[in-house]
């Protein structure tokens, strides 16, 4: 996927990221204050001193030194960002056709991953939009690719957790295959990547990326023979979200959608996010550690609703999503009339019920990547055909495996 050259050096810093980088500053700030503010409060509660507003908040002169220390973060923080927004229009900026380079983009997207909702709901300048981009360039209703640089082939690949389109390439001096690339030379697809806030709903991004497809299909260059998904780790539940919806929705785009690949996809959850909910349950049993639950809960949407795998509003909406190890879902099954195939992968040489159940790519485990499930309404119906296992492959190698490269070969070339 070539990035377009401009004649401004691409930059991993700019000027402009002061404004941003000093709300982070303040927010940190405030968050490790109110912890400490927290642990304190536990302390004076068991010489039973009462709590200020909150539970969690002193009263008296120690509760005044501590919101002197809020309002002062407070106006520091304000200050600068008043004073950084008047020199903005003189500070070098990012555009459209600037990108920055890879290890910017990289941290950015790592960002959006873990707290990318909240910044969002702070209108927050480092906050990822979703895009859709071919070679680099952003994709919109009045700019699409000439005519005769596509093919009526649409291969949309859709990145995962903390991650953005430029990291289905491989980096300088790696071993490894760029599946849209490889799919493009083999197969004649037209790769188009998609760029979002992991940080969101899933829900939320399967929404979006269900209208932005809309748009797609109806302004590209050429009549569309087939649409085809790859979708990475979250990607492939951002996917399912947008057929969800799109199918909801009555609109176009799935009728031109032929195959969906999920490459290691927690279907049924991740492990991992199960851990940091019952790390958040544990901290908050004792007075002493319950400020520390804080920092738990400061992961994103996007990483709560690994938990179980939402795809849905109704997963999510109304309930806490930092408490509870029940898993709400009704599950959302394939979509009819579209191949679906799901590659999983293990650091094991071989499979056995350890394995399967345990090990797994060291972030999602085969049965969650398979589809399959403990209960039989959950479970996601892959044909035997339509499943692949890459052995001693763990979860971040699957993204640019030869092996699996060959495999989706074998899977979407034509009858």
Excluded at 6 to 23: C, E, I, N, Q, V
């Amino acid at each position: 996927m070539p990035i377009p050259v401009t004649g401004k050096p691409r930059k991993h810093f700019y000027a402009s990221d002061l404004r941003g980088l000093a709300s982070l500053a303040t927010e940190a700030t405030t968050g490790v204050t109110r912890i400490v503010e927290g642990v304190h409060q536990s302390v004076w509660r068991t010489l039973g001193a009462p709590s200020g507003r909150m539970p969690d908040m002193t009263r008296g002169l120690t509760g005044g030194v501590y919101q002197s220390v809020y309002g002062i973060t407070r106006l520091v923080g304000g200050c600068v960002d008043a004073a950084l927004a008047k020199l903005e229009p003189y500070l070098d900026t990012p555009d459209d056709t600037q990108e920055g380079t890879l290890q910017r983009d990289a941290v950015l997207a790592a960002l959006n991953g873990v707290m990318g909702d909240r910044l969002v709901a702070g209108h927050h300048p480092f906050a990822s939009p979703m895009s859709l981009r071919y070679q680099g360039i952003m994709l919109e209703n009045q700019v699409m690719p000439k005519e005769a640089g596509v093919t009526g082939k649409i291969l949309l690949l859709v990145h995962g957790l903390c991650m953005n389109d430029q990291q289905w390439r491989v980096p300088p001096g790696a071993d490894g295959v760029d599946q849209g690339e490889a799919l493009a030379a083999a197969l004649g697809y037209t790769p188009v990547y998609l760029r979002y806030n992991s940080g969101l709903h899933t829900s939320v991004n399967g929404r979006e990326l269900s209208s932005r497809l809309e748009q797609l299909v109806a302004h590209w260059p050429k009549p569309i023979e087939e649409l085809t998904i790859v979708g990475y780790s979250m990607g492939g539940l951002v996917a399912r979200s947008a057929c969800y919806y799109g199918q909801q929705a009555a609109m176009r785009w799935p009728d031109h959608l032929k195959n969906m690949v999920f490459l290691g996809t927690p279907h049924h959850g991740a492990p991992l996010e199960k851990v940091g909910n019952w790390l958040g349950a544990i901290l908050g049993i004792t007075p002493y550690t319950a400020p520390f639950a804080r920092l738990v809960r400061l992961r994103s949407a996007g990483i709560t609703d690994l938990r179980h795998g939402h795809v849905r509003d109704e997963d999510w909406e109304g309930r806490d999503r930092f408490q509870g190890s029940h898993d709400p879902r009704e599950e959302v099954s394939l979509p009819e009339g579209v191949a679906c195939h799901s590659v999983a992968a293990t650091t094991a040489a071989r499979r056995s019920v350890l394995v399967d159940r345990l090990i797994g790519d060291g972030l999602v485990p085969l049965h969650s990547a398979l589809g399959m499930c403990d209960r039989d309404d959950k479970c996601l119906t892959f044909d035997a055909a339509s499943q692949f296992t890459a052995y001693s492959t763990n979860h971040m190698a699957l993204l640019h495996s030869d092996e699996v490269s060959q495999q989706l070969v074998r899977w979407l070339a034509p009858e």
